[in-house]
């Protein structure tokens, strides 16, 4: 019987191309040139060199920015709470002295540590701790958020915390966190609802916070400073939950939850008929509008780190950093 020739020859691949070829995939999945799909895969958020090189570049950014009282230096290495903070921060500033800060001092953070939790999807996320040349001995605490590949590291919230303070954080066989998510349930509060019940604490008080600096004491100075002769002053918190100003939390070694959040708050003071508002300083009126007759409302950023007990509990308010962003008078 004749050969078909109608039928091409299915060529043979030698031997050493498919072992040079398996070889390659290897050599090519080894280096990281494999696409991974960050938004199903739980990763770590960042190796410590590349969170090290973020923080670098921020307190370089930051640097220039408050020397030149120019926001636009650092404004893409803050966001969130920080970024209003800052802006503000800078805008204030450069009114006041155009030419840039007369005192400027640069920041220096020093011994830090990182936090980096694996988590999927985006955005990615880390924590630094440092010691800081400014705040005395406080330590600073900077979450820096990621929003996609290529993106850079942007600080989302920026508070001071005591030495020894923050509780230890679960960590896995490689040393990296827990991110717990913003509705997990479980904890005293989700980390999603702890801004709007912070809002509503202080306004109204309750159970869910423990006494401390940021909860009751500041309930009562709030108090105290509400009805003066001539002046009446009322407080409005609103929350903050969505986008750059979403919680972020890391889970603790006892179950509980390490929260950063954020809220807005509004201060109005009103003077009583045949009185005044009190003189404000040049960084308030660098940042008011309109003229100030009877009325000055005045907006401020606030950003909180809290711990969130597992199941029953009081949440304890570690510490609170806030700026003003605008006023307005009236």
């Keep these: 019987m004749s050969r078909d020739r109608s ?3 299915r060529p043979r691949l030698d031997r050493r191309v498919l072992i040079a070829a398996s070889l390659t995939a290897l050599s090519l999945t080894a280096s990281g040139c494999v696409v991974v799909h960050g938004e199903r895969e739980v990763l770590p958020s960042a190796t ?5 090189k973020a923080l ?3 307190t370089t950014a ?3 920015a408050d020397k030149a009282y120019d926001s636009s230096l650092d404004a893409a290495h803050v966001t969130g709470a920080l ?3 800052d802006a503000a ?11 840039g800060n007369p005192a400027y001092s640069p920041l220096k953070l020093t011994d830090a540590t990182f936090t980096i939790p694996k988590k999927a999807g985006w955005p990615r996320w880390f924590v630094a701790e440092a010691r800081g040349n400014k705040g005395g001995s406080l330590r600073w605490l900077l979450v820096f958020t990621r929003d996609g590949l290529g993106r850079p590291w942007q600080v989302a919230y920026l508070t001071l915390v005591k030495p020894g303070s923050l509780p230890p954080i679960k960590a896995d066989g490689d040393g990296r966190a827990e991110a717990v998510p913003a509705n997990s349930t479980g904890l005293a509060v989700a980390p999603e609802d702890l801004s709007k019940d912070y809002a509503t604490y202080l306004k109204g008080g309750g159970k869910t916070f423990a006494d401390g600096p940021h909860t009751s004491e500041w309930r009562a100075a709030r108090a105290k400073n509400a009805k003066k002769p001539g002046l009446a002053t009322q407080f409005i918190d609103q ?7 979403a919680p972020l939390a890391l889970r603790t070694q006892d179950g509980g939850a390490l929260v950063f959040f954020a809220h807005r708050r509004f201060q109005k003071m009103t003077a009583a008929p045949n009185s005044s508002i009190p003189a404000q300083n040049a960084a308030v009126r660098a940042l008011t509008t309109g003229e100030v007759k009877q009325s000055l409302t ?3 950023m606030s950003n909180e780190v809290a711990l969130v007990p597992a199941g029953d509990g009081q949440v304890t308010i570690l510490s609170r950093l806030e700026g003003m962003t605008s006023a307005e008078g009236s």
């Design 62 to 64: 930051y640097n220039k």
């Design 7 to 9: 039928r091409p020859r």
């Design 48 to 52: 410590r060199a590349e969170a090290a």
């Design 89 to 99: 921060r800078l805008k204030a500033g450069h009114t006041t002295n155009p030419g």
């Design 56 to 58: 670098t570049a921020f």
């Design 298 to 300: 005045m907006q401020f």
């Design 83 to 85: 970024g209003d903070i």
């Design 239 to 245: 929350p903050l939950t969505e986008g750059d100003y």
